[in-house]
């Protein structure tokens, strides 16, 4: 008897594991004004509010094939025209903010991980990751495990940050670079 016991208790015990919810996972890193700070130093940026038209959009997603999904955009500039951009993509199942400086020839200046909520996969944080970025612009599609090294349990969060880096590259090759 005690072994049937035993065997339910088992059983009620996973199901009870299985329903339980997820606990959520959120972690600030920065604030858009340290984020400016560590990129720009002391240069002082100014907002400068974009917003695409649908058609800059659909030919933005046509060129790279990744999808724009907002086209008001979070945009400040510099004096010298160097941009200042807070993005977010889809980690596996949550948004990443970012925050990403941008030269005024296109050029990815650096990136920041504003807000990470994914329980796991956060060594996109790791600045060596991070500086792959740097110095890519719209010449070349950028693909993981070409010209961006994967991390092992981080596929999603890195595949979406070289799609985010991707499609402001070519705003910035469509849109930004003739403002």
Same mark, same amino acid.
């Given at each position: 008897?005690?072994?049937?016991?035993?065997?339910?208790?088992? =059983?009620?015990?996973? &199901?009870?594991?299985a &329903?339980?919810? #997820?606990?959520?996972?959120?972690k600030?890193?920065?604030?858009?004004?340290?984020?400016?700070?560590?990129?720009?130093?002391?240069? #002082?940026?100014?907002?400068?509010?974009?917003?695409?038209?649908?058609?800059?959009? +659909?030919?933005?997603? *046509?060129?790279? $094939?990744?999808? &724009?999904?907002?086209l008001?955009?979070?945009?400040?500039?510099?004096?010298?025209? *160097?941009?200042?951009?807070? +993005?977010?993509?889809?980690?596996?199942?949550?948004?990443?903010?970012?925050?990403?400086?941008?030269?005024?020839?296109?050029?990815?200046?650096?990136?920041?991980? =504003?807000?990470?909520?994914?329980?796991?996969? *956060?060594?996109?944080?790791?600045?060596?990751?991070?500086?792959?970025?740097?110095?890519?612009?719209?010449?070349?599609?950028? #693909?993981? +495990?070409?010209?961006?090294?994967?991390?092992?349990?981080?596929?999603?969060?890195?595949?979406?940050?070289? $799609?985010?880096?991707?499609?402001?590259?070519?705003?910035?090759?469509? &849109? =930004?670079? =003739?403002?």
């Amino acid at each position: 008897m005690e072994r049937r016991n035993f065997i339910k208790n088992t =059983l009620l015990g996973l &199901v009870g594991l299985a &329903v339980l919810p #997820k606990v959520a996972f959120s972690k600030t890193y920065l604030t858009i004004a340290q984020a400016q700070k560590i990129l720009f130093k002391n240069e #002082k940026l100014t907002p400068f509010p974009v917003t695409l038209t649908e058609e800059q959009a +659909d030919s933005i997603e *046509d060129a790279i $094939d990744i999808r &724009v999904r907002h086209l008001k955009m979070n945009t400040w500039r510099t004096e010298s025209g *160097d941009w200042f951009f807070v +993005d977010q993509v889809i980690g596996k199942h949550e948004n990443i903010e970012l925050a990403v400086s941008m030269s005024k020839n296109g050029n990815v200046k650096g990136i920041e991980v =504003l807000t990470y909520r994914e329980s796991y996969g *956060d060594e996109i944080m790791h600045p060596k990751w991070r500086a792959q970025f740097h110095g890519k612009n719209s010449s070349e599609f950028l #693909k993981l +495990d070409k010209q961006i090294k994967n991390i092992s349990g981080a596929t999603l969060s890195c595949r979406h940050v070289t $799609d985010g880096i991707n499609r402001l590259n070519e705003t910035w090759q469509q &849109v =930004l670079r =003739l403002l």
